[in-house]
């Protein structure tokens, strides 16, 4: 045996682990080359059965691509435009809403009374059966189970009640996604054909961002747990307000966390398919149901699926590229004493 | 500026942690809390600076009560044990973040945190951030942060812990002189009663939230106001013998001990520290045992002798138990030197007996 260095491998585990690290990369990387040439094959080649080196086994061409881009033109172009808007405006708002619930959750000490939670329930059941009497329209409904709830907790705050913490708080907004959104599609849609904002990116953008913020308030309490409140403490100290220590040391220091975070909270976003077709019919469809719409009733159109499934890929592609530098960062190194 | 504490108590749900807590400093005084972990003084601490709330008591600064005031405006500054420092940041943009809140402009701010960097010798490093700084630089940051508000009060809990004994010792001597310069109240946390003794104008020594004594590093020493401070303060710590006390005269298994005290107790404890004992010749002395180590500390040997009549002792400590031979210790000239296990007789200077009551309390004239 030579000697090597400590740490340094011998050069069968050396072809062992570059032998695995290859083969999954081709495992995971193939699908995204085989779409790829579907993309430029003809519909007759699709068929024809695996071939996958272009202009030895097949001639490529870039029928489907004219198809799409020119053909379709403005019929591709808007749902593309859509998703963005959506995804995007839904991440934004997501983070923004979630970021903050997370922070408080992770420094402010809330202590709700089990009291407050059962009046607030019970003027929520209030409120649903006004409506569904049919008695008074939704707002009035709405308005006095509001109303009812404020003046019963006015009056019974002296009342002694046993009281949650921040960890059922946490619990309980985490558990709004264990529901399968699906489930609540249907009472979703009739709402928002009451209000009359079906198929409009309002809707969608508000559905996504209910859906992802339990999310992003899941992954970046972590976050914001973990920076060290001596930090925090020390700002204030400082003079630094409770807001002016969230945006000027808390943010800063998390930007690994709110950087992967939103990367998931955007792919999920521009992924989702079962919600959109739900919600919209012509003006706000995404993507994903242009992609599934390519199954005509010939059978499914690879060419085309291909050509669109590798236009959306490319923008979440070169976003994960650009992030990912500052999720791997770390950015605690020498504030504490370690 | 001073700090009151009055009658200040904690309790977090049904945990007392701080018991009625009455210090008060003079102006520019350097006081120290001194106690193991537990004792409260952090809390003590934190309370001074507004993170933590009273349960009861108030806190004043200066003339005024900051009890419900937040701390951004009681205007403490406060170097933390880990020093807190702000990693996204350089040193300069550190030292002058309190500046930077607080408005002011860019010039003026670089003109202060410029002249607070020369007074710490960290002109050189203004540009760095706190990953690429030492442990002994990290902390010259936090205490130009805290200096360069020039703040009613320093508050510091344990900045010193996290350095290195050699550092340690020099920083010391700078805290104390920069201190001195500056003539800012300082409260100062710790559980070493070497730092408290050397830096402190005054120490509190606090032991499971209750005070047990408030003085001059001397008087804690020299005059200890209960069993506690006493073993606590002074490496190494006072021996302690009990026994009973009558016509004057203190009487052990060891031996008999004239104190000139004219009271009767069936139970009593008396204090005596190693340099006020001597190991003298056979009979001449007032206790008796046998030699059970010899330690040369350098300047002097440290004699550990069993007593007679003394049983192993289980001593219980905070994380641990264990077994000694109840030893008496004794400071002698460094050439002393004597076999083990060989029968020595204790002389013990009069002035330097300590009597405590079966509760702990000092027993005085």
């Known amino acids: 045996?030579?000697?090597?260095?400590?740490?340094?491998?011998?050069?069968?585990?050396?072809?062992?682990?570059?032998?695995?690290?290859?083969?999954?990369?081709?495992?995971?990387?193939?699908?995204?080359?085989?779409?790829?040439?579907?993309?430029?094959?003809?519909?007759?080649?699709?068929?024809?059965?695996?071939?996958?080196?272009?202009?030895?086994?097949?001639?490529?061409?870039?029928?489907?691509?004219?198809?799409?881009?020119?053909?379709?033109?403005?019929?591709?172009?808007?749902?593309?435009?859509?998703?963005?808007?959506?995804?995007?405006?839904?991440?934004?708002?997501?983070?923004?809403?979630?970021?903050?619930?997370?922070?408080?959750?992770?420094?402010?000490?809330?202590?709700?009374?089990?009291?407050?939670?059962?009046?607030?329930?019970?003027?929520?059941?209030?409120?649903?059966?006004?409506?569904?009497?049919?008695?008074?329209?939704?707002?009035?409904?709405?308005?006095?189970?509001?109303?009812?709830?404020?003046?019963?907790?006015?009056?019974?705050?002296?009342?002694?009640?046993?009281?949650?913490?921040?960890?059922?708080?946490?619990?309980?907004?985490?558990?709004?996604?264990?529901?399968p959104p699906v489930v609540a599609a249907l009472p979703i849609y009739i709402m928002f054909q009451q209000i009359g904002i079906l198929d409009t990116h309002l809707a969608i953008i508000l559905t996504y961002t209910t859906v992802n913020m339990p999310i992003v308030v899941w992954l970046m309490y972590d976050f914001f747990a973990a920076i060290p409140i001596d930090i925090e403490e020390s700002a204030e100290l400082d003079g630094a307000s409770r807001f002016r220590i969230f945006r000027e040391m808390v943010l800063p220091l998390a930007k690994p966390g709110l950087a992967a975070t939103s990367l998931l909270v955007l792919i999920l976003s521009w992924n989702e398919y079962l919600l959109a077709l739900f919600l919209s019919t012509a003006r706000a469809q995404t993507i994903p149901l242009l992609v599934a719409a390519q199954n005509a009733t010939r059978g499914p159109q690879w060419w085309y699926m291909s050509v669109l499934i590798v236009i959306m890929i490319v923008p979440v592609v070169l976003l994960t590229i650009l992030l990912q530098r500052l999720i791997a960062k770390g950015l605690l190194l020498g504030a504490v004493k370690g | 500026m001073t700090v009151v504490l009055d009658r200040v108590s904690k309790s977090f749900g049904r945990v007392e942690v701080l018991r009625e807590l009455d210090v008060a400093t003079g102006d520019g005084e350097f006081l120290v809390l001194l106690g193991a972990s537990g004792s409260g003084k952090t809390t003590a601490l934190r309370m001074i600076a507004g993170l933590e709330s009273t349960t009861s008591g108030r806190v004043l600064i200066g003339e005024r009560d900051v009890t419900q005031v937040l701390p951004k405006n009681r205007d403490v500054a406060m170097v933390f044990q880990s020093y807190a420092l702000y990693p996204h940041k350089s040193v300069a943009e550190n030292i002058g973040y309190p500046l930077r809140v607080r408005g002011q402009s860019t010039s003026e701010i670089d003109r202060q945190v410029n002249e607070v960097a020369s007074q710490v010798q960290l002109d050189k490093l203004l540009g760095r951030y706190p990953r690429q700084l030492s442990g002994g630089q990290r902390q010259r940051v936090a205490l130009a942060r805290a200096m360069v508000r020039r703040p009613a009060a320093f508050l510091m809990d344990e900045p010193l812990s996290n350095l290195d004994a050699k550092l340690r010792g020099h920083m010391r001597t700078e805290l104390r002189r920069m201190q001195h310069d500056l003539g800012i109240t300082t409260v100062y946390v710790t559980h070493d009663q070497i730092e408290a003794m050397t830096l402190a104008d005054r120490v509190a020594i606090l032991e499971q939230g209750v005070l047990q004594q408030l003085g001059t590093p001397r008087e804690i020493y020299e005059d200890p106001a209960n069993l506690f401070v006493a073993g606590f303060i002074g490496s190494p710590p006072m021996n302690q013998l009990r026994g009973r006390h009558e016509n004057g005269r203190f009487v052990n298994s060891a031996g008999t001990i004239d104190t000139g005290l004219q009271r009767t107790l069936d139970s009593v404890t008396l204090g005596i520290r190693p340099e006020d004992c001597r190991i003298v010749d056979a009979s001449q002395g007032t206790l008796t045992g046998r030699l059970y180590a010899l330690e040369l500390i350098g300047d002097h040997v440290l004699a550990s002798v069993t007593l007679d009549g003394s049983t192993p002792q289980v001593h219980t400590g905070k994380t641990d138990a264990f077994i000694t031979a109840d030893t008496f210790a004794v400071k002698m000239p460094k050439d002393y030197s004597a076999p083990i296990d060989a029968r020595v007789d204790i002389s013990v200077a009069r002035e330097g007996i300590r009597l405590f009551a079966a509760n702990g309390e000092r027993l005085r004239r």
């Not at chain 1, 172009?77 to 922070?103: D, W």
Request: charged letters at 10%; proline letters at 6%; aromatic letters at 12%.
């Open chain 1, 1 to 179: 045996m030579s000697d090597r260095r400590l740490g340094e491998m011998s050069p069968l585990t050396k072809i062992v682990v570059y032998g695995l690290l290859i083969g999954w990369s081709l495992i995971v990387l193939f699908p995204l080359y085989w779409v790829l040439i579907t993309s430029v094959k003809l519909p007759g080649q699709v068929g024809d059965g695996p071939d996958y080196l272009p202009f030895i086994d097949f001639t490529p061409s870039l029928h489907a691509w004219r198809y799409i881009f020119v053909d379709l033109g403005s019929d591709t172009f808007r749902p593309y435009l859509n998703s963005v808007i959506i995804a995007g405006a839904s991440t934004v708002l997501a983070m923004a809403v979630g970021a903050c619930a997370a922070y408080a959750l992770a420094r402010l000490h809330f202590r709700p009374r089990l009291l407050s939670i059962g009046l607030f329930l019970v003027c929520l059941g209030l409120g649903v059966w006004m409506i569904g009497s049919g008695l008074v329209g939704w707002p009035i409904a709405a308005a006095s189970g509001v109303a009812i709830f404020v003046i019963s907790v006015l009056a019974l705050s002296r009342v002694r009640s046993p009281r949650l913490g921040n960890s059922d708080i946490l619990f309980w907004v985490i558990s709004q996604r264990i529901l």
